[in-house]
């Protein structure tokens, strides 16, 4: 194929903090996202849906109902109904009774990013976005605000965005072209991870990577990505074995609800 850099070097093992740290603090809420970062994540990764008054808020699942006290779609809330609620999937009272209960409103994409130094770098999941007009050009918007569409100091990309959803992504790359895009990519139980090069020659015309469910991946399949200077990032590991696995594998990046799985005493 063509010639192109990829902004993420091939030999790179970054720890990307699933929904933040959610293994240890609600997911996708600030305080998360505060704790990934703290223990040493090299991307935070948040998933976002559009708001019936057209806000991007960040939450998993299209519906409240999993992880906050009320019930319905996203996109039936305005941003001030959302607001009232509380996001914690554990429901067992504690967060709701504590002084710090604010911190776990549902966070705006934008409070994220105003609230979070310099220094953070996103993985940004354009959930569902089949049920949201204009969601692309929000996000795209909103990362120009916030300076997202450039590298960092150490030469990283301040935000990459993924989605399972190659329409969307393609509608992104449109839009912005030096925006780096993963494919996420789904299969099935026991199946392993492979790609014909049809697929392969689409998805180097929008994507810089992809991230696929660590049990279908295996050596050969990274190796033709990289052969295709397409890197592989590795949802979702929480075990340090399969993590030392992976990066043994020359996957590029692991997405963990425990940022902290190669380097703490757990
Ligand atoms: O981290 C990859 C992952 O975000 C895709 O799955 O369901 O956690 O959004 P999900
Ligand atoms: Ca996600």
Known sequence: GTKWNNPIPNDEFLIIGHRGASAYEPENTIPSFELAKNLGSDYI????????DD???I????????TTESKGKIKNHTLAELKELTADEDKDGKVAASAQKEAYDIPTLQEVLAQMTDETRFVIEL?????YDGIEEKLVSMMNDYGLIEKDK??????????FDEESLQKVHRLNKDIPLLQ?????????AKMTSKELTKLQTYAIGVGVSYEALNAEFV????????IVFAYTVDDRE???KLQAMGVNGIHTNKPDLLTGTE
Do not use: C
Request: no cysteine; charged share 35%; hydrophobic share 35%.
């Open 184 to 192: 996420l990519i789904s299969f099935d139980d026991g199946e392993e």
């Open 154 to 163: 150490k030469g990283y990309p301040k935000a990459v965005i993924h989605s």
């Open 242 to 244: 399969d993590a030392v």
């Open 127 to 131: 959930k569902d976005p089949d049920e």
């Open 223 to 230: 190796s033709a990505m990289h052969q295709a200077n397409i």
């Open 45 to 52: 990764e948040l998933d976002v849906h559009l708001t019936k």
């Open 59 to 66: 939450m998993h699942d299209k519906d409240v109902k999993r």
């Open 55 to 57: 806000k991007l808020v």
